[in-house]
């Protein structure tokens, strides 16, 4: 995956002479020096090492050692769309007062269908807190801040040891600081491709024990209506035209918020105790 995801960056349709790419390997015990070689001299690309703190840290270790002014994040199993950077570029210069800039997700109808759900679910997360592309939320998989305002608050926060809640809560120290995001629907990525069943209850039961620790941090922060979610079954399955597709995607949607909620009490209990 991470080599794909680096040999979509050197198939960018914009001049790649002005990224530097920085690899954080936490831990893993796959070599990389066969992508190193395979791409030398078409990225600038460095690579730093660190054992098993989690992605926060593991971004917050790019963050330090990145010279440019913007940082740019993708996950190893991100794909950026051949046009990500160029899109990133323009974003950038059309919204210049804006301190973080991110897009959506996407997937294919080859990809499995679990792939698929999560990825209409993610992009119906961010639509719920979207308006005139200012958002208080961007995921990390496809979102590009300015350095200094990650260093002005602290960058992402190590507690955070799982793939799950370290980016809401950065967009939420952003916004109490007066930052400003935005969300551009052209800068798109695709992203979580090798989801299976028990990896997609996974995902959405450590979304749901990282959202204990997010509203236990910010009780003033409000959480979705039920209406809300309503509109989640309702535009989601609406994308599926035949009668088997909407029955899984239910029961996949179904899923997914009862993962969430066993991971959301899950904590709540832990941390009381």
Same mark, same amino acid.
């Given at each position: 995956?991470?080599?794909?995801?680096?040999?979509?960056?050197? @198939?960018?349709? *914009?001049?790649?002479?002005?990224?530097?790419?920085?690899?954080?390997?936490? !831990?893993?015990?796959?070599?990389?020096?066969?992508?190193? @070689?395979?791409?030398?001299?078409?990225?600038?690309?460095?690579?730093?090492?660190?054992?098993?703190?989690? $992605?926060? #840290?593991?971004?917050?270790?790019?963050?330090?050692? *990145?010279? +440019?002014?913007?940082?740019?994040?993708?996950?190893?199993?991100?794909?950026?769309?051949?046009?990500?950077?160029?899109?990133?570029?323009?974003?950038?210069?059309?919204?210049? @007062?804006?301190?973080?800039?991110?897009?959506?997700?996407?997937?294919? *109808?080859?990809?499995?269908?679990?792939? %698929?759900?999560?990825?209409?679910?993610?992009?119906?997360?961010?639509?719920?807190?979207?308006?005139?592309?200012?958002? $208080?939320?961007? *995921?990390?998989?496809n979102a590009g801040y300015r350095k200094a305002?990650?260093?002005?608050? !602290?960058?992402? @926060?190590?507690?955070?040891?799982?793939?799950?809640?370290?980016? %809401?809560?950065?967009?939420?120290?952003?916004?109490?600081? +007066?930052?400003?995001?935005?969300?551009?629907?052209?800068?798109?990525?695709?992203?979580?491709?090798?989801?299976?069943?028990?990896?997609? #209850?996974?995902?959405?039961?450590?979304? !749901?024990?990282?959202?204990? =620790?997010?509203?236990?941090?910010? $009780? =003033?922060?409000?959480?979705?209506?039920?209406?809300?979610?309503?509109?989640?079954?309702?535009?989601?399955? +609406?994308?599926?035209?035949?009668?088997?597709?909407?029955?899984?995607?239910?029961?996949?949607l179904t899923l997914s918020q009862v993962s969430?909620?066993?991971g959301y009490y899950s904590a709540f209990l832990?941390?009381?105790?």
């Open positions: 995956m991470l080599r794909q995801c680096i040999k979509s960056l050197s @198939d960018q349709s *914009a001049d790649k002479k002005c990224i530097e790419v920085i690899v954080v390997n936490d !831990g893993g015990k796959t070599d990389i020096s066969e992508i190193l @070689d395979f791409l030398e001299g078409q990225l600038q690309i460095r690579y730093f090492y660190q054992e098993n703190k989690g $992605p926060a #840290a593991a971004r917050n270790l790019g963050i330090k050692k *990145a010279k +440019g002014e913007i940082i740019l994040f993708l996950d190893d199993d991100s794909q950026p769309a051949p046009d990500w950077l160029e899109a990133m570029m323009r974003a950038w210069e059309k919204f210049p @007062d804006f301190d973080g800039i991110g897009g959506y997700t996407l997937s294919e *109808a080859t990809d499995s269908i679990y792939c %698929r759900v999560n990825s209409d679910f993610f992009n119906w997360f961010l639509r719920q807190y979207a308006y005139d592309k200012i958002s $208080p939320f961007l *995921a990390t998989c305002l990650l260093t002005k608050v !602290g960058n992402f @926060d190590e507690r955070f040891k799982k793939a799950a809640g370290e980016e %809401r809560d950065l967009n939420i120290k952003i916004s109490k600081t +007066g930052g400003k995001l935005g969300l551009v629907e052209s800068i798109l990525v695709y992203h979580d491709r090798d989801l299976t069943l028990q990896s997609f #209850a996974k995902k959405h039961y450590n979304y !749901g024990k990282a959202a204990y =620790d997010i509203y236990a941090r910010n $009780p =003033d922060l409000k959480h979705l209506s039920r209406n809300a979610y309503a509109s989640l079954y309702l535009s989601i399955l +609406g994308r599926y035209r035949t009668h088997k597709e909407k029955i899984i995607v239910f029961f996949l969430t909620l066993i832990t941390r009381k105790n």
